[in-house]
């Protein structure tokens, strides 16, 4: 090739040529380097007739600078690139910075320098010292992290470095990781568990695109069945990459494939260290990497030789990105899948509605695991009517709940309570005036939360001290907490049983993989008696001991409208559901409710998964909604209330009237005021006929705005807010 043509890392660019100097070896996805201007952008070498631009004569093309030492972007993944950018009507920019996901992977093999104990000892033992060399025994790591680890300044461990008492390893970046071993720890498999993993050990070898819907109750071994397929990958030297919804899923996720395998998984989120993501980047680009498990980010990595893709808990909505590329990684996984030619498995025990449509429409192929393993029953659900049982003012826990809590106590066996609610109260007035204390930047109550003694607001992280006195009449200690969050249920079990150990589990209490870790190994060991957590509890555990769930208000999911709450009820209560009782001893479920007779609560109690799926499947129908119909929504948002309006106005007045598509608003968002910016929507909902990114696309084209405001596009909205 003598010349190219560059996806620039770059939104706010098109496409650009250049020249490649003789001598340079370029291939289409080859990652480079270009001159800009006085500056320099990365880029990838795409096919010409998939990315016109503007032609150049040849004359004024300038050279490219370099070709970076990391394989090229595989056909594949652009096909990828290419596909969720006009899916989601994002830049292709925006979709290829998720695949070029380290900068420092791309600057080539590096060296760097750890430390650890050579041994000798300091010219004084201060009491310091002494517990930092105990806390740094068999660690090795760079200053900074051996600094955490032992709890001690940096200037106190470069003090011991150059007294020679911590020793320097130049270690490679970029080491290899342990291997995984495919015959590591085997296990039996049930007679289901044998059917389903066959299934899957087949597509696997057979390398050709197959969606899997595993649908299996809580606790059935789906994890254990897809294991045996990523066994299978792992003997043809294949990568797996498992998809997971939440960080704090991850540690007894990885422990559990340690003991399976032999090596920890390589892990991808977005809090990793720089130089663990460059690490894990060109393992993974270089085929190194043999199974992955991350988050959402993760499944547009350059995997050099993909064999299978798994996401798990793949109803979740975290899988759902909400802002930049705003795609769904369930659905990419299996665009993935279909470009790469890969079996892809979606696990789950509460199906998404559109997965289950898929399969009943023979799409994806469905694979059952209908009971739970070993012979564990599913729980006993109960409803508590709190309309007849009502808890008594300032308080939530009804009687028959109070009763059981008391009960699994004495008997020594753990209880999990259910809120999705994090902190103590979801809104604090002014006893006195009424004052009700909202963020500053947001259409939103500020949250009480006692633990850290914050006002804080859950948008956009505004935190303050809780006042003395009341900011409006001036009024000294008349804060009330209205509501209950997680904190306050934790106060009110406290009340009840005063000598229960009692655990709250929210994304505040559990914000790193350590803490996760650190509360697994505590309910196992039974040094807790009740949790108490948000939708954070509902999945993943695995506790024997656990055999009651009480769910305080299911109809909080109930409330405010958003298209998919009956679904998301269903799916959080089951899950909820499917912790109780998973060891030998039997497990009960109270909900509460004021609603027994809604629909979904009703079919929660019958435990008739079909039945409500079916009454859902009808009132989407009905609706055009998804999996009948399309939804998008177009979120107009400035700094200036009235700049927002006016952008949003003139989108509405340029709408296309089309026959199979349908356009409500624009009207404020119901969070009208986010981050300081002031939000209209409009949403869409579109006929399964219709072209529905065509038409956002040639609408959204022809209108101009001043440059402070942004007009961003949602394709199968989850956020209705
Ligand atoms: P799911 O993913 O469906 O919730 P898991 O795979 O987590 O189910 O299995 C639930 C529990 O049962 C886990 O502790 C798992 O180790 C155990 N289990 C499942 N199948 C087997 C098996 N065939 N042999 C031994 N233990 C199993
Ligand atoms: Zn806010």
């Not at 709250?504 to 350590?514: A, R």
């Amino acid at each position: 090739m003598s010349r190219v043509r560059l996806l620039v890392m770059n939104a706010a660019l098109g496409p650009l040529d250049y020249r490649v100097p003789d001598g340079m070896a370029v291939q289409h996805g080859s990652v480079v380097v270009a001159p800009l201007g006085p500056r320099q952008v990365t880029g990838i070498v795409w096919e010409e007739d998939r990315l016109p631009a503007q032609s150049v004569p040849e004359a004024k093309l300038r050279p490219l600078l370099a070709v970076l030492d990391v394989p090229p972007i595989r056909a594949e993944l652009r096909r990828l690139i290419e596909w969720t950018a006009d899916y989601y009507i994002a830049s292709l920019a925006s979709v290829a910075r998720m695949v070029i996901a380290s900068g420092g992977a791309l600057r080539g093999p590096a060296m760097m320098t750890e430390y650890r104990l050579s041994g000798g000892l300091p010219e004084r033992l201060t009491p310091q010292r002494q517990a930092a060399l105990e806390a740094l025994e068999g660690e090795q790591a760079t200053i900074r992290e051996l600094a955490g680890i032992a709890g001690v300044s940096e200037g106190l461990l470069r003090g011991l470095v150059n007294q020679g008492v911590l020793e320097p390893v130049e270690v490679d970046v970029d080491r290899p990781y342990p291997r995984a071993s495919a015959g590591h720890a085997m296990v039996d498999l049930n007679t289901d568990q044998q059917r389903v993993a066959a299934r899957l050990v087949e597509a696997v070898r057979e390398a050709k695109f197959a969606p899997f819907l595993l649908d299996g109750v809580t606790g059935s071994g789906k994890t254990e069945t897809y294991f045996e397929a990523l066994a299978e990958a792992l003997k043809a030297n294949r990568q797996t990459l498992v998809l997971l919804p939440e960080i704090a899923l991850t540690e007894a996720f990885l422990s559990r494939f340690e003991s399976r395998f032999g090596a920890a998984p390589i892990v991808w989120h977005s809090s990793l260290k720089s130089t663990e993501r460059r690490r894990a980047w060109r393992a993974i680009a270089s085929g190194e990497a043999q199974v992955v498990v991350g988050a959402r980010s993760a499944l547009f990595l350059p995997y050099a030789n993909l064999g299978l893709i798994v996401v798990d808990e793949a109803h979740e909505i975290s899988f759902k990105q909400e802002d930049g590329v705003r795609y769904n990684a369930r659905d990419v996984a299996v665009m993935r899948a279909h470009f790469e030619g890969l079996p892809v498995v979606l696990a789950s025990a509460t199906p998404a509605l559109e997965s289950l449509h898929m399969a009943d429409s023979g799409i994806y192929e469905k694979l059952v695991l209908p009971s739970r393993y070993g012979g564990a029953e599913l729980p006993v659900i109960k409803l508590i009517n709190l309309i007849e049982e009502q808890p008594g003012r300032g308080a939530w826990i009804a009687a028959p709940l109070r009763t059981a809590l008391e009960d699994r106590l004495a008997k020594g066996e753990q209880s999990l309570l259910f809120l999705n609610r994090r902190g103590y109260a979801p809104l604090t007035l002014c006893r006195n005036c009424g004052h009700r204390y909202q963020c500053p930047n947001c259409s939103a109550w500020l949250v009480e939360h006692r633990l850290s003694k914050r006002l804080a607001c859950h948008h956009c992280g505004h935190e303050t001290a809780p006042p003395e006195k009341c900011a409006e009449c001036g009024e000294p200690d008349c804060l009330v907490a209205c509501g209950p969050g997680v904190e306050r249920i934790a106060d009110e079990v406290a009340e009840i049983l005063p000598e229960a150990r009692v655990a709250v589990v929210t994304s505040d209490t559990l914000g790193s993989p350590e803490k996760a870790a650190e509360f697994v190994a505590m309910a196992e060991a039974k040094a807790i008696d009740v949790i108490v957590g948000t939708q954070l509890v509902t999945k993943g555990f695995h506790f024997p001991e656990l055999t009651l769930v009480g769910v305080i208000d299911a109809d909080l999911g109930l409330e405010g409208g958003d298209l998919r709450a009956a679904e998301r009820t269903y799916q959080q209560v089951a899950q909820v559901a499917g912790r109780a009782g998973r060891g030998s001893k039997p497990g009960e479920v109270m909900i509460q409710t004021r609603h027994p007779e809604a629909p979904v609560i009703a079919a929660l109690e019958a435990g008739d998964r079909d039945a409500f799926y079916e009454a859902e499947t009808e009132s989407r129908r009905h609706a055009g909604a998804p999996p009948f119909g399309r939804w998008a929504a177009i979120v107009v948002s400035a700094e200036d209330d009235r700049e927002a309006r006016e952008a949003a106005n003139r989108i509405g007045d340029t709408r296309p009237h089309l026959d199979d598509v349908m356009i409500l608003g624009p009207a404020p968002a119901p969070l009208a005021l986010l981050r300081n910016r002031y939000r209209y929507r409009l949403l869409l909902n579109a006929k399964r006929t219709a072209n529905l990114q065509a038409v956002i696309r040639d609408w959204l084209a022809k209108v101009q705005h001043p440059p402070g405001v942004r007009v961003g596009v949602d394709i199968d909205p989850y956020s209705f807010v």
